[in-house]
């Protein structure tokens, strides 16, 4: 089973602009991960982010976590048309458990 | 160094019969992870294997099957096809410490079962 929901379901930017998205979880965690699909291919693994952080930056990647909340957040500065993908949050215990994925579409 | 291969990259299979997909790790990357992807389910975890043992296993029928060998390449089998296996399955390779590093993904095998 999916350990959450990511709001928005879609989102479609124009290039330079900011795409943030959300996910929720369920259980407690010890760290979240990020995880960007291009067109049905392989995940490729963004950023991960401890249960004892409160934000990780990685170039124009922002993640914030709130654990009180059991939500995080993934913020993309200044977009570009190759970041064109579904964006899955995911946790970890002994399996990633995703969330079912934002679609985010760049548009020139 | 090289990623996560992943082969054959697409298959078409009828119903009934059974399906062999491949996965070859990073260069030392003892654990494999599968998972299903389809539009109804998102992504699934299948099972996980580590020094060619199955550490932990998913909710799927006793169809669904793997087996890792010595160099950490595993292989996961489908017997008796259904048309509900249609998906894109995906390897995942990672060391011990996941909580650190994270995992690396192949591109995947989409299967369609006809």
């Known amino acids: 089973s999916q350990q959450g929901e990511e709001d928005p379901q879609a989102l479609s930017i124009q290039e330079g602009e900011n795409a943030t998205m959300n996910c929720s979880y369920k259980?407690?965690?010890?760290?979240l991960q990020w995880y960007r699909q291009n067109s049905g291919r392989g995940l490729v693994h963004l950023i991960l982010?401890?249960?004892?952080?409160r934000e990780k930056h990685s170039g124009r990647l922002r993640v914030t976590l709130d654990t009180s909340k059991k939500s995080s957040s993934l913020l993309i500065t200044a977009s570009r048309a190759a970041d064109t993908a579904s964006y899955f949050c995911?946790?970890?215990?002994?399996?990633?458990?995703f969330g079912a994925g934002t679609t985010v579409t760049v548009r020139a | 160094k090289a990623g996560v291969t992943q082969t054959p990259r697409y298959l078409i299979k009828t119903r009934g019969q059974q399906v062999t997909l491949s996965c070859s790790p990073i260069s030392g990357h003892r654990s494999v992870s599968w998972y299903q992807q389809t539009p109804g389910q998102g992504l699934q975890f299948l099972f996980e294997y580590f020094s060619e043992t199955q550490r932990n296993k998913g909710n799927f029928p006793g169809r669904f099957s793997g087996r890792q060998f010595s160099n950490s390449r595993s292989e996961m089998n489908v017997s008796t096809l259904e048309l509900g296996d249609s998906a894109l399955y995906l390897c995942a390779s990672s060391l011990e410490l996941t909580e650190i590093y994270g995992y690396t993904f192949g591109s995947g095998t989409r299967l369609t079962v006809v």
């Open positions: 995911a946790t970890v215990d002994y399996k990633l458990s």
């Open positions: 982010i401890r249960s004892n952080e």
């Open positions: 259980t407690s965690i010890n760290n």
